[in-house]
Nanobody, 122 residues
Framework: QVQLVESGGGLVQPGGSLRLSCVAS????????MGWFRQAPGKEREFVAA????????DYADFVKGRFTISRDRAKNTLFLQMNSLKPEDTAVYYC???????????????WGQGTQVTVSS
């Protein structure tokens, strides 16, 4: 089992920034892909970004390229999502996920955190 705990969400004005964190514990060595997904009210959960835990390769959804950056601190088993130039449409619950292959597909990720709310509003 892998446990994931997100933090860092909150209320921010349009154009602002937030940094999300996700601390992983448990059998973290069994997974090699970690990602961020989000779910807005009334919408399906969607892929945001993912990173190869060992190699560092990344993948992003088109709508966040150039604005969001995914990174990890392997020593601290922590995943990050730096979000800049935030827009109201970025408002959602953001979830951390762990799996085996970097793919923008929900079903590829076996472990999920509880989510952290991000609200972009003036």
């Amino acid at each position: 089992q892998v446990q994931l705990v997100e933090s860092g969400g909150g209320l921010v004005q349009p154009g602002g920034s937030l940094r999300l964190s996700c601390v992983a514990s448990g059998r973290t060595f069994s997974t090699n892909a970690m990602g961020w997904f989000r779910q807005a009210p009334g919408k399906e959960r969607e892929f945001v970004a993912a990173i190869n835990w060992r190699g560092g390769g990344t993948d992003y959804a088109d709508f966040v390229k150039g604005r969001f950056t995914i990174s990890r601190d392997r020593a601290k088993n922590t995943l990050f999502l730096q979000m800049n130039s935030l827009k109201p449409e970025d408002t959602a619950v953001y979830y951390c996920a762990a799996g085996y292959i970097i793919r923008p597909v929900i079903g590829e990720y076996e472990y999920w955190g509880q989510g952290t709310q991000v609200t972009v509003s003036s």
